[in-house]
C-alpha cells in the first residue's frame, strides 16, 4: 500500500494568513493526488484534483502543486470558512489511501 | 444535481454483518465515467477506503478487509450496495458512499451525507 503522510497534523493561523500543508507519498504516485475539506459533522468536500486542478465552485486561494512523492495545499489568505480538517488522498493505485488530516485551527 | 444517500441499521451487533445502501438520484449510476466508493471514518479519526464498484459489476477492496467486504451495485434500482461481515467494535464508523470520477479528476467528487454505524451488543 502507498502511505500518504501529512504534515503539520494541527496548524494554528488567522484570518488572512498564508496556510501551506504538505503531503508526502511512500512511492511515486505521479499527479494522482486530491485534496479534500472536511468541516465537523459533514462529508469532505473535493478541492484539488489532479495536484493542482481546482475543483468547479472552489475558491481560487486554494492552490495544489506536486507530483511524484511531495505536494502541496496552499490556503493562500484564509477565511473564517477555511477553519477545517483537510485531507490528501492518492489515486494512482488501490487501494486508494489518504493522509491522516491537517486541522486547521484558530489562533 | 447528483445526490448520494445512505441506508441502513445504526446499530448492528458484534459478530453480525453490517448492511448498507446508496441510493443515487439526479443522474445515472450506470455511467462509464464513474466508479462508486464506500468510506468510512471512526470517530474523531481519518478517512478510510473500502472499496470501490464499477456499473458493470467490477469490485475493488481495500485488503485490509478484503476477507469481510462485498459491494455490490443494483443498476435497476441506481443503487449500490456494502456488507461487512464479523463485525467488531472496531468497524463503529460513520460510513459514506461516494462517487469517483474517472480521468482526468479521479477523485471523490461527490458524496453523501454519512451515516453513523455503531457494533455494540
Known amino acids: 500500500d502507498i502511505q500518504m503522510t501529512q504534515s503539520p497534523s494541527s496548524v494554528s493561523a488567522s484570518v488572512g494568513d498564508r496556510v501551506t500543508i504538505t503531503c508526502r507519498a511512500s512511492?511515486?504516485?505521479?499527479?494522482?493526488l486530491a485534496w479534500y475539506q472536511q468541516k465537523p459533522g459533514k462529508a469532505p468536500k473535493l478541492l484539488i484534483y489532479a495536484a493542482s486542478s481546482l475543483q468547479s465552485g472552489v475558491p481560487s486561494r486554494f492552490s495544489g502543486s506536486g507530483s511524484g512523492t511531495d505536494f502541496t495545499l496552499t490556503i493562500s489568505s484564509l477565511q473564517p470558512e477555511d477553519f477545517a480538517t483537510y485531507y490528501c488522498q492518492q489515486a494512482n493505485s488501490f487501494p486508494q489511501t489518504f493522509g491522516q488530516g491537517t486541522k486547521v485551527e484558530i489562533k | 444535481q447528483l445526490q448520494l444517500q445512505e441506508s441502513g441499521p445504526g446499530l448492528v451487533k458484534p459478530s453480525e454483518t453490517l448492511s448498507l445502501t446508496c441510493t443515487v438520484s439526479g443522474g445515472s449510476i450506470s455511467s462509464s465515467s464513474y466508479y462508486w466508493g464506500w468510506i468510512r471514518q471512526p470517530p474523531g479519526k481519518g478517512l478510510e477506503w473500502i472499496g470501490s464498484i464499477y456499473y458493470s459489476g467490477s469490485t475493488y477492496y481495500n485488503p485490509s478487509l478484503k476477507s469481510r467486504v462485498t459491494i455490490s451495485v443494483d443498476t435497476s434500482k441506481n443503487q449500490f450496495s456494502l456488507k461487512l461481515s464479523s463485525v467488531t467494535a472496531a468497524d463503529t464508523a460513520v460510513y459514506y458512499c461516494?462517487?469517483?470520477?474517472?480521468?482526468?479528476?479521479?477523485?471523490?467528487?461527490?458524496w453523501g451525507q454519512g451515516t453513523m454505524v455503531t457494533v455494540s451488543s
Open positions: 512511492q511515486g504516485i505521479s499527479s494522482w
Open positions: 461516494a462517487r469517483f470520477a474517472r480521468s482526468p479528476t479521479d477523485a471523490f467528487d461527490i
